[in-house]
């Protein structure tokens, strides 16, 4: 250990959208839904997970933080073999909204702010799209804002782009789970010409209209023909949702990630809010799902904090100021 080496940290990190329609493996939002993470160094390791979120997830050195933690350290050259880790977290998993990003960008800024942040926040997104193998959600979760990005199995390039103060995002998530790694499995491996211009035209329009606030031009941009059309069939009325959510004052409405969680763009100062979430909610229950409405905003990315020794607990903090 090296006497850069700070004792405890704590680092709140946002989710994330990735896609927004045509940017597949390009595009991120940062959503202001949180994960917190404490790390500290420790005699021996834990893992406490607060709150029924997380269940499932592994509490020994299996666990994906320990283990990235532990690659920021052996890539730093610093040995901390031993940690304690508290986490809680309002993103659900696998759902869409980025969790397995916010798990490794919240435990590579906790590690490196312990060693003293030795890496860049570049030389962070580097670790993180080399881990995810796309940068749109880590990106997303790391910068925060709107991150353009891409990752071609050595590096990868971002941009920010600042979200229009009048976008809204409402999310409907559904009670079932999808994994990214099924989300992907029914994608072709290739695509024809015309479907892969569709998507570059299409991408470009919507970067262009998030940049320059033309929001009126979200609703030709946001569509996609490389990834939607073969994952509609693992999600009931997700068809129905995308061709018609524009009739019921959407923006724009896509996939969220992989999802199973749909997505729309909606201007802050609309009145047909409420029509919106009816619409995305009877859709869906006519097939049978029942998903949780969520109204959220664009947000900045990861923060993290050293803590002293009187400092209280992840616990405490969450029972105070995130459940209160
Ligand atoms: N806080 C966490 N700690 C450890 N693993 C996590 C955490 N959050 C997510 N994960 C892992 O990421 C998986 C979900 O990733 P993924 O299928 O890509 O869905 P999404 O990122 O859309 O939620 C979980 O099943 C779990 O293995
Ligand atoms: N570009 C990826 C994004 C996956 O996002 P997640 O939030 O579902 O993990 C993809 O579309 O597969």
Not at 119 to 126: A, G, H, V
């Amino acid at each position: 250990m090296s006497d850069r080496t700070v004792q405890k940290v704590r680092v709140k990190v946002p989710a994330s959208t990735a896609n927004l329609g045509p940017g597949f493996d390009s595009l991120g939002m940062a959503l202001n839904l949180y994960a917190w993470i404490d790390m500290a160094v420790a005699d021996r390791t834990t893992v406490e997970l607060i709150g029924d979120q997380m269940n499932g997830i592994p509490t020994d050195k299996s666990n994906l933080i320990y283990k990235v933690a532990q690659m920021v350290f052996a890539e730093a050259g610093v040995s901390i073999p031993e940690l304690s880790i508290s986490m809680y977290s309002e993103i659900p998993l696998t759902r869409g909204l980025g969790s397995s990003a916010s798990a490794i960008v919240g435990a590579l800024a906790a590690a490196n702010a312990l060693i003293g942040s030795r890496f860049s926040t570049y030389e962070l997104f580097q670790m993180a799209s080399r881990l995810e193998k796309h940068p749109d959600n880590v990106g997303a979760s790391l910068y925060g804002g709107i991150v353009v990005a891409f990752w071609d199995d050595e590096r990868a390039e971002s941009i920010r782009l600042e979200p229009d103060g009048r976008l809204d995002v409402l999310v409907a998530i559904p009670e079932f789970q999808l994994s990214t790694e099924k989300a992907r499995a029914v994608m072709p491996t290739q695509v024809a010409m015309k479907d892969a211009v569709y998507n570059l035209s299409h991408s470009s329009l919507l970067v262009a209209a998030l940049a320059t606030g033309k929001l009126g031009m979200i609703r030709h941009a946001m569509k996609d023909r490389l990834h939607q059309p073969y994952r509609a069939s693992l999600i009931p009325g997700m068809q129905t949702l995308l061709d018609e959510s524009g009739n019921y004052g959407a923006l724009g409405v896509a996939l969220s990630g992989a999802g199973p969680t749909m997505l729309a763009l909606v201007d802050a100062e609309s009145d047909r809010k409420t029509e919106l979430e009816s619409f995305l909610r009877g859709t869906l229950a006519k097939e049978g799902i029942s998903a949780k409405l969520l109204w959220l905003k664009p947000c900045d990315g990861v923060t993290a904090t050293l803590l002293a020794e009187g400092d209280e607990g992840l616990r405490r903090l969450v029972e105070k100021e995130v459940l209160a």
